[in-house]
C-alpha cells in the first residue's frame, strides 16, 4: 500500500511539473494548471477549518514540492507569505513530533 | 457554498481513503525543508524564521537534514550568488546536460594558469593503446600437439628381430652378432604350449610378448614332449623370447617395435623400488646380466650332464635375472652360447619356456611346480620331458625349494607359507622388476595389508629372515626406512609384499608391522593375512 501511496505521488508530481503529452497543452494551458494547482495548495495551507498537519505526510509532501517549485505562480499570497507559513508549518510539525504524535505512526 | 463545502469534503475524505497512513515524518520534514529553500532562493532574502529553523535542524538527528541545512547555510553565508543557480526556478525537473568537455571549468582553469600553474598535459599512452598492445602481445593458445617423443637407438636396435624359417632361429635386424645364440632362444616348439602359457602369460612376461611358435625339424621331434608343459615355464621364455604367441608355423615373427612405455603408474612404483626403470638403466645393467647369465648358463650346461645332484648347485646361482622386461633382445646372446652346441638332441635349454628339469633347478621361482610332489615324481607329465628322468637318473631327487636363496640361511620346512598343499616358493626378481610388477594392476589385482602389532622381529634383518624363512624371496631391504620387499610364488599364484616395521616407543612397546601384499589371486589373500599373523606375531 506504501509503495502504491508512493507511486500516486510521483505520477501526481509528474504530472503537474512535466508538460502533459498526453493532453496536448500548450504552455499557457500548463502554466494554468500549474497555477490553479498553488493556488489550491495555498487555499489549503491558509485553511483554519483543518489543521494542515491532519492532512497525511504524502500530502504534505506534494504541497510542499508544488509549493517549493511553483510558489511564485500564486495569485493570493506573496513568496515571502508562502514561506512564512511553511516555516510556522516546519515549526508546528516539529513541535508535533517531539510530543510523539508523528514519530510514533 | 454547500456544494463547495460538499466537494471539499469529498476531496479530504478522498485524500484521507487514499493516504490512511502517515508516511515517514522525516521524509516531510526533508520536503518542507527543500520547499523553504526553494522558496528562499526565488524571494531572495531569508526571513528570520527560517534562519531560525536552519540554524535549530543543524542539529537534527535526521543527519540527512541537517547536512542539508549546514550546507544552505554556508551557501547563503557564502555564495548568495549561487543561490538561483542551485536553486533555479522551475527547473528541479530538467535533466542535467552532460558537459563531457567540461567547459565551466575553464575560467576556473584560466585563472590557476595565469597563477603560475602548470597547464594540464595528457599522458603520452591512451588507456586503449594499452588494451590493444596487450592483446596483440599476449600468447595466443598453442593448438598445435606435441611431437612424440623420439625412440632412442637402443630400443631400435632391439626393436626387430625376424624369424628365420629356414634357419630355424631369429635374426635381429639390428645387427645383433649371435644369430646362432639366438637360435637356441627361438628353437621352441608350440604346440600346446601357447596356449597353455596364456594364462599367466602376462604375470611374468611383457604384455603381447611370449615364445616363437615356429620349430624347426628337430623341435617337432620334441614338440610332443613338451606338449604337457606347466605354466612356470612361460615364466622363463617370456623374458627371453619377446615373439608373439603363435600357433602353427609363421614364417615371420617380429618383435615388438620398442619397449613398452612405463606408464606413469609404473614409473612411480619403480622409482620406489629402486629408481624408474628407464632403458638407459636397463641398457646398462644388461651387461651385467648378461655375464651372469651366460656364466650361469655354462655352468649349468656343464653341470646338467654329470650328474643331476650337481642340478641344486647351480640352482643356488641367484645372480640370474630372469624377468628382466627390458631385456629382451639382449640377454638372447648370453644365452646361446651355452646351448647351441652342448645340448643335447632333446634341446632342453635352460632359456626355452620348456619345462625341463634344469631351468627349474637353475631358477628359484620355478620350484613351486616341482615343489608339489606330483611335479617332482617322475609319473607327472612334466618329468616326461626331462631327459634325466626318463632315463631315471634323477633317482631320489627332490626338488624342493631352495630355502638358501637371498643370502639368508636355511629354515626349517615347517615354516613355509602352504596354500593348497603346496609349498611357497621364493620368486627372485629384481626391485624395478618388482615394482613394475607391484604398479601392474592387470596382473596383481588383489591388494591387501594388514598390520601386525607387537611383532618378534625387532629389526628389519629379522623380519626379512622370517619372511625367507616363510619361502619369501627376500628382493630388497631398505634399511633406512626400515622397509622390505620379497616375492614368492606358490600354487601358480604370484606373492609380492611389502612390509615397514615400525619401531616401538623407548622399549615400552613391542614394534608392529604394516604389512601389503599383492596376489594374483584373491582366495590367498585371508590364508596371508594368518598366515603373517601367526608367523611374526610375538
Not at chain 2, 41 to 66: N, R, Y
Not at chain 2, 327 to 335: C, E
Not at chain 2, 493 to 516: F, R, W, Y
Request: charged share 20%; hydrophobic share 35%; aromatic share 6%.
Amino acid at each position: 500500500m506504501r509503495n502504491l501511496v508512493r507511486r500516486h505521488n510521483h505520477i501526481l508530481l509528474s504530472c503537474i511539473s512535466q508538460r502533459f503529452v498526453t493532453l496536448r497543452l500548450d504552455d499557457s494551458a500548463e502554466l494554468s494548471l500549474r497555477r490553479s494547482t498553488v493556488n489550491t495548495y495555498v487555499s489549503i495551507l491558509l485553511s483554519s477549518n483543518k489543521p494542515i498537519l491532519q492532512y497525511p505526510d504524502i500530502f504534505i509532501q506534494i504541497m510542499s514540492w508544488i509549493l517549493g517549485e511553483y510558489g511564485y505562480l500564486a495569485d493570493t499570497m506573496t513568496v515571502e507569505g508562502i514561506l512564512e507559513r511553511m516555516c510556522e508549518l516546519v515549526s508546528k510539525k516539529n513541535s508535533s513530533a517531539i510530543g510523539g504524535s508523528h514519530e510514533a505512526k | 457554498m454547500f456544494a463547495a463545502s460538499f466537494k471539499y469534503q469529498l476531496n479530504d475524505q478522498a485524500l484521507t481513503y487514499f493516504c490512511p497512513f502517515s508516511l515517514s515524518s522525516k521524509t516531510t520534514t526533508r520536503y518542507l525543508f527543500n520547499a523553504v529553500f526553494k522558496l528562499i532562493a526565488q524571494a531572495g532574502t531569508c526571513p528570520p524564521k527560517a534562519s531560525k529553523l536552519i540554524e535549530q535542524f543543524k542539529l537534527s538527528h535526521d543527519v540527512e537534514l541537517q547536512q542539508r541545512c549546514i550546507e544552505f547555510e554556508a551557501l547563503l553565508v557564502d555564495g548568495g550568488h549561487l543561490l538561483g543557480d542551485v536553486l533555479p526556478i522551475d527547473a528541479s525537473c530538467e535533466d542535467l546536460g552532460d558537459d563531457v568537455e567540461l567547459g565551466f571549468l575553464d575560467d576556473f582553469v584560466q585563472e590557476k594558469i595565469n597563477l603560475g600553474a602548470a597547464p594540464y598535459s595528457p599522458p603520452d599512452e591512451d588507456e586503449d593503446d594499452l588494451i590493444t598492445d596487450y592483446s596483440q602481445t599476449k600468447p595466443s593458445f598453442n593448438m598445435t600437439p606435441y611431437a612424440k617423443p623420439t625412440v632412442s637407438n637402443t630400443s631400435a636396435t632391439t626393436a626387430s628381430r625376424v624369424y628365420n624359417p629356414e634357419l630355424g632361429n631369429a635374426s635381429s635386424t639390428s645387427g645383433e652378432p649371435n644369430g646362432s645364440q639366438q637360435n637356441t632362444q627361438f628353437n621352441k616348439p608350440s604346440g600346446t604350449q601357447n596356449s597353455l602359457r596364456k594364462p599367466v602369460a602376462n604375470v611374468w612376461g611383457k604384455p603381447g610378448a611370449s615364445t616363437s611358435a615356429n620349430s624347426n625339424g628337430n623341435m617337432n621331434s620334441t614338440a610332443n614332449t613338451f606338449g604337457n608343459s606347466t605354466t612356470s615355464n612361460n615364466r622363463t621364455i617370456n623374458p627371453y623370447g619377446g615373439a608373439p604367441p603363435t600357433v602353427g608355423g609363421v614364417g615371420i615373427v617380429v618383435e615388438e617395435e620398442k619397449p613398452r612405455e612405463l606408464t606413469e603408474r609404473e614409473k612411480m612404483a619403480s622409482a620406489l623400488f629402486g629408481g624408474v626403470g628407464t632403458s638407459t638403466a636397463a641398457t646398462s645393467s644388461r651387461a651385467s646380466r648378461r655375464s651372469k647369465i651366460s656364466g650361469a648358463a655354462s655352468t649349468t650346461q656343464k653341470k646338467l650332464p654329470s650328474s643331476p645332484q650337481s642340478a641344486p648347485a647351480v640352482a643356488a646361482e641367484p645372480a640370474i635375472d630372469l624377468l628382466d622386461m627390458t631385456s629382451f633382445g639382449d640377454s638372447l646372446p648370453a644365452t646361446a652360447a651355452t646351448s647351441d652346441n652342448n645340448m643335447p638332441n632333446n634341446d632342453i635349454d635352460i632359456f626355452a619356456s620348456q619345462p625341463d628339469i634344469s631351468v627349474s633347478q637353475t631358477a628359484d621361482f620355478v620350484s613351486p611346480v616341482q615343489a608339489a610332489p606330483e611335479d617332482v615324481t617322475a609319473p607327472v607329465p612334466a618329468p616326461s620331458l626331462d631327459p634325466f628322468a626318463a632315463e631315471g637318473l634323477l633317482g631320489g631327487l627332490e626338488d624342493k625349494p631352495l630355502p638358501s636363496l637371498g643370502g639368508i640361511g636355511s629354515q626349517p620346512s615347517s615354516q613355509i607359507f602352504n596354500f593348497n598343499g603346496k609349498e611357497l616358493s621364493p620368486l627372485s626378481m629384481s626391485t624395478p622388476e618388482f615394482g613394475q610388477l607391484w604398479a601392474s594392476a592387470s596382473d596383481l589385482r588383489f591388494s591387501n595389508s594388514v598390520s601386525i602389532p607387537n611383532v618378534k622381529a625387532t629389526t628389519l634383518d629379522d623380519f626379512m629372515k622370517s619372511m625367507v624363512s616363510a619361502g619369501f624371496h627376500l628382493v630388497e631391504a631398505i634399511q633406512a626406512t626400515d622397509e622390505g620387499i620379497c616375492s614368492g610364488i606358490v600354487d601358480d599364484v604370484t606373492i609380492l609384499v611389502h612390509g615397514k616395521i615400525t619401531k616401538g616407543s623407548g622399549g615400552m612397546t613391542a614394534n608392529h608391522i604394516d604389512l601389503a601384499f599383492k596376489t594374483s589371486d584373491g582366495n590367498i589373500g585371508s590364508t596371508l593375512k594368518t598366515f603373517f599373523t601367526k608367523s611374526l606375531s610375538i
